[in-house]
Structures are given as C-alpha cells and as structure tokens.
C-alpha cells in the first residue's frame, strides 16, 4: 500500500466536480501490471463515477517514424483487445482538435502516466491546462522514482547504494485488477476503436525494415519475448551478453519502452529462477535503467551536453580544437558511409531491426564524437540517429546511453585527444575481445 502511495503525484488540484474519471495511457500500454490503471478504477469505483481510457499521441511533436507509430499502435490493438475482455473500451485520438470529443471540460480526475522528460510532461499538462479536471500522475517503474532519490545521482554506484536502501531482494510487486475493472462502469467509445486504428497502420511503411515483425508487438507478444530470452539466453546472459557475435540479450527494451511489459513482472518471473541482486540482468533491468530515468527526471538538459558533469564539459571543451581524422556528415553516418566496416555493421543493424546490440551501441557513440568537427553537434547527431530510428529510441535510457558516451556516469580516463578525459573505445579493443566478423555477418544477413 505505501508503495502505491509512493506512486501517486498530485500535479494540480481540480474543482472536485465532474460526472467521469479518465486514464490517459501513454506509456503504460498493457492493462496488467498497470499502477495507472489501478488507481484510476480505484478513484472511479470510490467516486461512483464511469471511467474512461484514451490514449493520445502526438506523432509529429515526438518525431515518430513509420516504424515507432507500426509498433506503437499494434501494440495499441492488443490493449483494446485486452480491455474489451474486461468490459472496456479504448478511445484513440490521433489528432489534437479530436481531444475535444473527450468531453474532459466534464471529468473529475485524470489519471496520466508519469512522463520523466521535461519535454513529455510540459507537452502533457498544456494540453489538459484548459480543464479543471484534478491531474495525477503515476509512477510505473519497478521502484518509484522519488522513493529512490529526489535528485540526480552521480553514479550508478551511489544509486545502486540508495535503491538497496529501499530493497536489496527482489520482491514480487506484480497485482491483478480484474476485479476493480470488471467492477467500475465504463464509458463507451464514440468510434470503433480497432477500425481507426487499421486504418492508420494501413497508411505506415518503413523503408529497411524487412526482418523484423513489427505488427507482432503488444503485451501478449512482449511476455513471448521474455518467455524466448528466459528459456534460450538467460543462462548465457552473465558471461556472454556483451559479446555483439551472439544475441544472448533480452531485447525486451521496446517493450518496456512502450510499456508493453512490466519491469515487475519480469522480476516475478526471475524470482521463480531464484534470481537477485547479483545477476547482471536484475542490474540492468533495476539499477541502470531505473538511473536513466533518474537523470531525466532531474536534470532538465537530459537531451544536450549541457546535462553533462562538469568535469566532462571543462576536458571536452579543452580538447574541442583538436584536429579530427575523420570528420563524416550526418548523411555518411546515417548511410553507413564510413571507413570503419565495424561501425558500418552497427547503422546497418539498428536500420534494418530497429535494435543495436548493446556494446555496439557504445562503439557507435563514441565513434560519431571522435568522427563529428565538434561535440556538441556530434552529440546532436547521434541523438537524432538513435531516437529516428532505434525502436526503443526517444527514451531515458536513450539520453543516458548517449550522454554516457560524453562522461555522464563515467569517471575520468587518462587523457588524449579529441576526448580529453572522456573514456575512449577503439577498433582494436572490438577485435581482442570479440568475434567481429561474425558479428558483420550476423548483420549481413539481417
Ligand atoms: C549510445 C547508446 C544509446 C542507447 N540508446 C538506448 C535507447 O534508445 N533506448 C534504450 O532503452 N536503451 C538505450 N541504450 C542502453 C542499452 O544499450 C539498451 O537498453 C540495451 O542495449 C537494450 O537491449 P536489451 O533489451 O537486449 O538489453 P538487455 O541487456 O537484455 O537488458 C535488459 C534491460 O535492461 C535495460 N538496460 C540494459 N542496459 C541498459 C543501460 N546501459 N542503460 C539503461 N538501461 C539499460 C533495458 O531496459 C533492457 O531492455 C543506449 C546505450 C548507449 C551506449
């Protein structure tokens, strides 16, 4: 119970009237697992008010590509399906002037997602600023953010320390509401949601990907990623995750992105394997993901390098002059078009699937800041490559991973050129440790 209190924000007090509470779901698409929509029924059910469940997404603002709007509204498809079982319905705006057809000026409370970005939670509330509706926000992370730390962590060491604070086992926070759902009056949709929905996908193409389902996304299909990785790469997971040759990796981070998945409901499922702390997986699933959003939520220029530490800005700056082998344009890198076939690989994997392995992706960084006539730019490019075309772009762990790139959460190395003390990654540090043809074929063949 305190963990669900923990959750709750009161962004704006409204005037307590209203004949309906509403559940704006954003990025919490699944119906089990859903803080958001717990306490939504749970207001409703108090209230003895309906409730209704819309979801708004302003494409163009959040610069989705085909293929972020294909996954985003098949996985949209499967929660409809999945609400209906339950008795409810879906409304689906996908243009502002619709937001009208809500009828909010009329709503008690509305529930929102928490959003961890500057960006997302401005864009939110300008939109409800013209109801008086009360406006919560939830938090859907495995542990609440504010009950780990109220301000930006320095490392993933000092979060780590904090969040063990909290808890350091693994605990089952996994719920079932079918009983609030199947009990609080809904409000039914003035369109045929699934037909609207179609309609939108029918018009959506992406221009590389081939390979990869993207109509196979949703919660259903996110249990059977997670089910995949259980059975086949778990146990290989610890010794071999980072090896780019192999995908013994969970590739569960669009599915948290969207919020197809829970992060507690993978936790229940590793407790079953009588999994901890200690797992490499638990660390990266809680600790490094969990301290992106921290960043996010704390620094304000989370998405430029004015976020970075300090220390990072003075070296990066010192060394800004520095002469630059290679220096490739936006198009050479969004192309491929580099010297380096390694590198190449790595475009090449995240165009055509959508996914880049996880080492790969911090060669892939560190090479455009070596590669770019300055950092800020070549943070700006990376920024633009990741989140146009990664499907799970546009996020946290998004902003972390690049800025990690330029020292956030790092420490000082020894100093060199162009980096300065930022940590450096070469070509040759791929070949000692990997397989690296294999990996060029692995993406060949994609
Ligand atoms: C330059 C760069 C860009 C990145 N861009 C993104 C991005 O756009 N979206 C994104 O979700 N992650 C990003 N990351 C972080 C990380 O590389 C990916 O989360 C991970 O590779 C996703 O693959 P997976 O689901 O197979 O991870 P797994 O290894 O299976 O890990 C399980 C889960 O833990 C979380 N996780 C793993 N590593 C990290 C990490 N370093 N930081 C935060 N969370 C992590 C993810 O949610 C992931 O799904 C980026 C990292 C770098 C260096």
Redesign the pocket.
């Known amino acids: 119970m305190e963990l669900i209190k923990k959750r709750s924000e009161i962004i704006r007090n409204g005037n307590d009237k209203g004949s309906f509470v509403a559940y704006w779901t954003s990025n919490t698409l699944r119906v089990n697992n859903n803080y958001s929509l717990k306490i939504a029924s749970e207001i409703a059910l108090d209230k003895n008010l309906p409730l209704k469940i819309f979801f708004y997404h302003n494409e163009s603002h959040y610069k989705c590509i085909d293929r972020h709007t294909m996954v985003l509204l098949n996985g949209l498809i499967e929660l409809v399906d999945e609400l209906n079982h339950f008795g409810h319905e879906l409304e689906f705006i996908n243009c502002i002037n619709d937001i009208e057809k809500l009828n909010l000026i009329e709503c008690h409370t509305i529930i929102i997602d928490k959003t961890y970005t500057k960006r997302s939670f401005d864009y939110t509330l300008e939109i409800l600023r013209n109801y008086n509706a009360n406006i919560v926000s939830i938090d859907n992370l495995y542990l609440p953010a504010n009950l780990i730390s109220n301000k930006q962590e320095y490392s993933a060491a000092t979060f780590r320390r904090k969040y063990y604070k909290v808890t350091n086992s693994l605990i089952d926070l996994t719920f079932d509401i079918s009983r609030e759902l199947t009990q609080v009056k809904q409000i039914k949709s003035s369109e045929n949601t699934k037909e609207k929905i179609l309609k939108r996908l029918a018009s959506l193409k992406d221009e590389f990907i081939e390979t990869v389902n993207l109509d196979k996304n949703g919660a259903y299909a996110s249990k059977e990623n997670l089910n995949i990785?259980l059975n086949e790469n778990l146990t290989n997971?610890e010794e071999n995750?980072s090896k780019p040759e192999f995908?013994y990796?969970?590739?569960?981070?669009?599915?948290?992105?969207y919020g197809f998945i829970s992060?507690a409901y993978i936790i229940k499922k590793l407790i079953l394997r009588k999994l901890d702390f200690s797992s490499s997986?638990v660390e990266?699933?809680?600790i490094?993901?969990?301290?992106?959003f921290n960043y996010t939520l704390n620094n304000k220029n989370y998405n430029n390098i004015n976020g970075l530490p300090d220390w990072a800005l003075k070296t990066l700056n010192e060394h800004a002059k520095d002469e630059r082998e290679y220096a490739y344009s936006l198009s050479d890198l969004e192309n491929a078009q580099t010297h380096d076939e390694y590198w190449n690989a790595a475009q090449n994997e995240m165009l055509r699937s959508g996914?880049?392995?996880?080492?790969m992706?911090?060669y892939?960084?560190?090479k455009i800041l070596e590669w770019s006539n300055n950092f800020k730019d070549a943070h700006n490019i990376?920024l633009k490559l990741?989140?146009k075309y990664?499907l799970?772009?546009?996020?946290?762990?998004?902003?972390?991973?690049?800025s990690?790139?330029y020292g956030l959460h790092d420490r000082g190395w020894k100093e060199r050129e162009i980096f300065g003390k930022v940590r450096y990654m070469n070509m040759n540090g791929l070949d000692r440790k990997f397989d690296m043809a294999r990996y060029v074929d692995r993406v060949r063949n994609l």
């Not at 799970?392 to 972390?400: A, E, N, Q």
């Open positions: 990785f997971y995750s995908e990796v969970s590739k569960l981070s669009k599915d948290l992105h992060p997986f990266q699933l809680l490094r993901r969990e301290l992106a996914y880049m392995h996880g080492y992706r911090m892939w960084g560190k990376t990741n989140n990664q799970d772009g546009r996020s946290p762990s998004g902003y972390v991973g690049i990690w790139c």
